[in-house]
């Protein structure tokens, strides 16, 4: 080396120091911009409170039957479970362990002299994968979901031949009143929302828009609900209705005559309002 040439010093950190240096710049930068200097262990501990956040929302659903007529609609369970698999959420099925009103020749729409069960024929739905609804637990999920269809008038209660005056299943009662307690988000869609209206005195919900060809019971429904001492609220297919005071979260469905692809959407809003409520 020639005398005057400028001289270079090589430091070599371990790992371990390497990592103390890491940290040290990161909340030295934290703290210039204005931040209160965190140590490490809160910044771990905002982590996992972070990634905690993120845990998949355990959700249950609930079924009555299998069709349209005298069951679940299995469009509207379809895109309920479609929407809670986009969202992340891990769902367990439910059914009450009791006998169908009646069973629909869904052919000929007229009534046949068979006698099903509820939750037998919410299997068929649930691909098999089904429980009693006797076995669920509340603590154990952090949202309901009550899919539409003559099902839930007929079996989770009796309005389609009582109309305001009907009753709700014991158990569906208790369970809703359970998830109400807990401050748990409960979703319904076409003609379950007056399970709420039941259940729940002056809560509010949707059957869609009053007055609206394209709505043909929604006026007469509203009209029960509202008798009720609850508030029906019109909103489009396409929409949601939020009952922040209750964590209600309802939708229309195919309480209107739409397009199936509309049907779905509308489910997809009640079904993100509920996760964002879980």
Request: with cysteine; hydrophobic share 40%; net charge negative.
């Amino acid at each position: 080396m020639h005398r005057g040439a400028s001289t270079q010093s090589t430091i070599c950190y371990s790992e371990e120091e390497e990592e103390s240096v890491r940290q040290s710049a990161m909340l030295t930068l934290l703290h210039h911009c204005g931040r209160n200097l965190l140590t490490f262990s809160t910044i771990q501990a905002v982590n996992k409170s972070y990634y905690s956040s993120q845990m998949a929302k355990r959700v249950a659903v609930v079924l009555a039957g299998c069709g349209v007529y005298d069951g679940t609609d299995i469009h509207e369970a379809s895109a309920v479970l479609v929407h809670l698999s986009r969202g992340g959420a891990s769902v367990n099925m439910f059914a009450p362990n009791i006998d169908q009103m009646h069973v629909v020749d869904h052919l000929k729409g007229s009534p046949s002299e068979e006698k099903r069960n509820v939750l037998v024929e919410s299997a068929r739905l649930a691909r098999g994968n089904i429980q009693d609804l006797s076995k669920l637990s509340v603590t154990e999920h952090d949202a309901i979901i009550f899919p539409g269809g003559f099902g839930a008038a007929k079996n989770l209660c009796t309005w389609a031949v009582q109309g305001k005056d009907c009753s709700v299943n014991a158990e569906v009662q208790t369970v809703m009143q359970a998830f109400h307690g807990a401050g748990k988000p409960i979703g319904l869609c076409c003609i379950s929302p007056v399970l709420a209206a039941k259940v729940f005195p002056g809560c509010e919900v949707t059957v869609g828009i009053e007055k609206d060809d394209k709505y043909p019971n929604t006026t007469d429904t509203a009209a029960a609900i509202n008798q009720l001492g609850c508030k029906h609220v019109s909103k489009s297919v396409s929409e949601s209705l939020v009952d922040g005071k209750n964590k209600l979260v309802t939708t229309s469905a195919f309480m209107c005559e739409a397009p199936i692809h509309e049907i779905f959407d509308g489910i997809g809003a009640m079904v993100k309002d509920v996760l964002k409520l879980a």
